[in-house]
Structure formats: C-alpha cells, structure tokens
C-alpha cells in the first residue's frame, strides 16, 4: 500500500516546515509527498526544498507556471500522486502521528469506500486548542453520525443528498483511493476542492467518517477557508468596506458559479450514470435563479424573494449581493451576461 501527501502552497513560509514534518512523524510512513506551489512570493519553495533534501521519503515539488488559485493548485498536486491511497493537507496544519494509521484502519474496517475523512482541532497560531473542531463549523451534522467504534460508513444513496447541497467536509480531512480520484478529473474551478471531492466521493460510492481529531486545523485570520469566525475579526472598518465594495461590482460572478458548478455536478452524473432527486432539484434551482435574474428588475427581485425564503436563505450574503446584481444592472446586460445559463438551464429545458 502506497501513501501520499498532496499538499498546496502559496506564501506559507510561517508554517510550511512544521506541516512538513509533521508528515514524516508519522507512526505509519507516507511513501512519497506531492507540493504543488501556485507562485508564491516568499520563501515557501526553498524551505520545501531544504525539507526534500534531508527527507528520507520522497518529495516532489512542482511550481506552477501560472496562477491556479486553491482549486487548481490542489488539483496539480492530486494529478501527480502515485499512491494507492491520497491524502489531502493544507500547508498550515499540523498532523497528529496516527493520522495516517487510524485512516487505514478505516480503510480496512470498510474496504469497499471510496474515501475517509476525519474531524481535526481548531487551534491558534501557537497550536493551543480553542475548544472547538473542524466539523463543528464545516458540517455540524458530523457529532451527531451514530459512530460505531468511532466509525460510520455514509451510503451514498443518503448523503449524496447533502454533498450537493454544499460541502459536506474539509479536504484536509480527507484520504481517497487513487483509483477513484483519477475520476474526479478535472475539478470544477467554480467552486473550492473540497466541494468537488465531497460530491464527487459520494457520487461513486460511499465515504467512512472517522470521529477523532487526528490534526490541529491552524487559524491565524488568513486561511483561504475554513473557520475564522472562531477568531476576532481585526481587518478593520476599511478593508470590509473594500471587500464588500469588490463583492458588489462582481456579484454576478455568483450566478456564474452557481450555475457553472451545476453543469459540472450534472456532466458528472451522467458520466458515471448517477441518478439523484436531489441533483434534478438542484438544476431546476439554479434554473429560477437564472429566470429570476433575467426578468424586469421588479419580478426578478419578487421572484428571488420567493426562492430564497423557500431555502430559508432570505436576507443572507447570497440572497443581497444576487439582488443587488438584478437592481444594478439592466435587464439587457443581464441577459447578456447570463446568455449562455438562459440557452442550458431554460431553453434547454423547456
């Protein structure tokens, strides 16, 4: 049984040798660690360079030529994994040394899935806990899985359901046979790696949960994802007025992605012949969404209303900055915006 570690850097200078260490104190030895670095401007790569040169198991580096973003840049690492078995791991975590024995072990009680994942302890910057765990914020349904020797297999006739929804589980929680993750190229660039690979997991088989925290889940206010309101928010009354500022004049990228998102789930099922209730629901959302956007400002707002209080979603950053895109902008440029959402998910459909 081969093992490797995927991992993504950008400018992670701060923590990227104690992750990398971390990974080679392991109880059960990884064969080889995969870093795929999206141009950092630091001193990231050297430092992964020095750790390859005194590591007595293999590493390969690999610098992109281009700005990937955290979706693509995962992606490049998992495309060059040779293992049986791919971890996944962020650059400023810290492992536990029974991470990769206790997901074996999973691996074997249930030999049958496609991939396991585990929960993990927020912590600061010092690695002191802050009482709270990954999947307290990722998927608070996690604590209540009837777990069985800390253990429950998800079929995926039932929680495919919630993987399309959204994401249901953190990618550096997560371990997946290489056989199945060769399926899962290319990854959606509308949305983070870890929804893609949640989806895609239980789209083909069945996934096992494992209720230990088997790595320290670092929070220092920049993580690209994950669980910063565990920590005080000190950006400042200026940088929200930017973010929110830059949120407004692209608010349109959220339909995009949604609806890009939903033709990469869709050609995903039919490739690999999935049927779905929740799949058709999720298509025939992203096609109001698309009719609402589309109408005269008034309807469209009406009609956004009515869906997103059907969601229970009204008056969230979803539902705003998806109104103010239809207030914003005229009923031409939207539908010039949107053509190519209009001509797949209504005329296509109709």
């Not at 789930?265 to 490739?271: R, V």
């Not at 298509?283 to 400002?297: C, I, Y």
Request: with cysteine; charged share 25%.
């Amino acid at each position: 049984m081969k093992i490797s570690i995927v991992v993504a850097t950008y400018n992670g200078e701060k923590f990227i040798e104690e992750q990398l260490n971390s990974f080679v104190n392991q109880t059960v030895m990884p064969n080889e660690i995969v870093i795929s670095d999206d141009n950092s401007t630091d001193s990231t790569v050297d430092i992964c360079r020095k750790f390859k040169n005194k590591s007595t198991v293999e590493v390969k580096i690999f610098n992109n030529k281009n700005y990937h973003g955290v979706t693509g840049n995962f992606e490049n690492a998992a495309k060059n994994a040779t293992g049986n078995i791919v971890f996944f791991s962020d650059q400023d975590d810290v492992w536990y040394e029974n991470k990769i024995e206790e997901t074996l072990k999973a691996f074997q009680n249930y030999p049958t899935c496609v991939g396991v994942f585990s929960n993990a302890d927020c912590v600061d910057v010092n690695l002191n806990k802050l009482g709270a765990t990954f999947n307290d914020s990722c998927w608070p349904k996690f604590k209540f899985l009837p777990f069985k020797e800390d253990m429950y297999l998800l079929k995926s006739e039932k929680y495919l359901k919630s993987a399309i929804a959204g994401n249901i589980l953190g990618g550096c929680c997560l371990a997946i046979k290489n056989h199945y993750l060769k399926e899962m190229f290319d990854f959606c660039p509308y949305t983070y790696h870890d929804n893609w690979l949640s989806y895609c997991m239980l789209a083909l088989g069945d996934a096992v949960a494992i209720n230990k925290s088997l790595f320290a889940y670092r929070l220092h206010g920049n993580n690209t994802v994950g669980c910063n309101n565990l920590l005080s928010n000190r950006k400042g009354i200026y940088k929200n007025f930017i973010k929110f500022k830059n949120r407004v004049k692209n608010c349109k990228k959220i339909y995009v992605d949604e609806a890009e998102r939903a033709i990469y789930l869709k050609n995903f099922a039919d490739k690999h012949n999935v049927t779905n209730r929740a799949l058709d629901y999720q298509q025939n959302l992203v096609r109001k969404k698309v009719e609402a956007a589309t109408k005269s400002k008034i309807s469209g707002i009406k009609m956004l209303n009515t869906i997103m209080s059907e969601l229970g979603q009204k008056y969230t950053n979803d539902h705003i900055f998806q109104s103010l895109y239809i207030v914003l902008n005229s009923k031409k440029k939207r539908n010039k915006d949107l053509q190519k959402y209009v001509d797949i998910f209504i005329k296509n459909l109709k």
